[in-house]
């Protein structure tokens, strides 16, 4: 395990969750790290249940990192998203120019507009550097997201969808608010709404 310093944001954990497991915004906001500006669609993908939580698989066109002056190139990744209520996330990558590794995030609330969030990642042994290279590329793409995820208004957690437009690529980061807003209501957790 390799982790990342302590993230301190001022925003509220389960913002920071659903930043993590937002699709839509990998090509835009991660312009520069590993996303890919040239694919700005998102294919759709099915949100499963799973005893406490969530998981959601896609594949994503991600830019492999420029190395040594050599262009980035296109990594087809399939991304598997694993949620554990109320405020845990599992990133699964499996590349096709890499081997596959995991970032695990927990987010502990510090108030309703607060959090500091434990982020770590396990590795293939015969990754050398990962390490350097982990915490480099990481905390560049979460200092990407914290900027994101801190302009948003309210930063508390809201408990609905008011004043918000989502298109369906966002069908994770709705789940996942619908299922904690469930649970803060003591409400029993529904399946997904499949349209």
């Given at each position: 395990?390799?982790?990342?310093?302590?993230?301190?944001?001022?925003?509220?954990?389960?913002?920071?969750?659903?930043?993590?497991?937002?699709?839509?915004?990998?090509?835009?906001?991660?312009?520069?790290?590993?996303?890919?500006?040239?694919?700005?669609?998102?294919?759709?993908?099915?949100?499963?249940?799973?005893?406490?939580?969530?998981?959601?698989?896609?594949?994503?066109?991600?830019?492999?990192?420029?190395?040594?002056?050599?262009?980035?190139r296109v990594d087809r990744t399939t991304l598997t998203y694993e949620v554990t209520f109320?405020?845990?996330?599992?990133?699964?990558?499996?590349?096709?120019?890499?081997?596959?590794?995991?970032?695990?995030?927990?987010?502990?609330?510090?108030?309703?507009?607060?959090?500091?969030?434990?982020y770590f990642a396990s590795y293939h042994p015969k990754i050398r550097n990962f390490a350097?290279?982990?915490?480099?590329?990481?905390?560049?793409?979460?200092?990407?997201?914290?900027?994101?995820?801190?302009?948003?208004?309210?930063?508390?957690?809201?408990?609905?969808?008011?004043?918000?437009?989502?298109?369906?690529?966002?069908?994770?980061?709705?789940?996942?608010?619908?299922?904690?807003?469930?649970?803060?209501?003591?409400?029993?957790?529904?399946?997904?709404?499949?349209?």
């Amino acid at each position: 395990m390799v982790p990342l310093p302590l993230l301190d944001w001022d925003v509220s954990a389960g913002r920071m969750l659903e930043i993590v497991l937002d699709v839509a915004h990998l090509s835009w906001v991660h312009d520069g790290t590993f996303g890919n500006p040239a694919q700005t669609e998102v294919p759709a993908y099915a949100v499963e249940p799973l005893p406490g939580g969530l998981r959601a698989q896609i594949r994503y066109p991600a830019l492999s990192p420029s190395i040594d002056g050599v262009p980035p190139r296109v990594d087809r990744t399939t991304l598997t998203y694993e949620v554990t209520f109320p405020f845990t996330a599992r990133l699964h990558f499996k590349p096709t120019l890499f081997y596959t590794h995991a970032v695990y995030a927990v987010a502990s609330p510090v108030s309703e507009v607060k959090m500091r969030c434990f982020y770590f990642a396990s590795y293939h042994p015969k990754i050398r550097n990962f390490a350097d290279m982990f915490v480099k590329s990481e905390l560049a793409i979460l200092e990407q997201d914290r900027r994101v995820a801190e302009a948003q208004s309210p930063k508390a957690h809201p408990l609905d969808f008011a004043g918000e437009v989502h298109v369906k690529a966002d069908l994770l980061p709705i789940e996942y608010r619908r299922a904690v807003a469930a649970l803060r209501r003591g409400q029993p957790l529904a399946g997904p709404v499949m349209e």
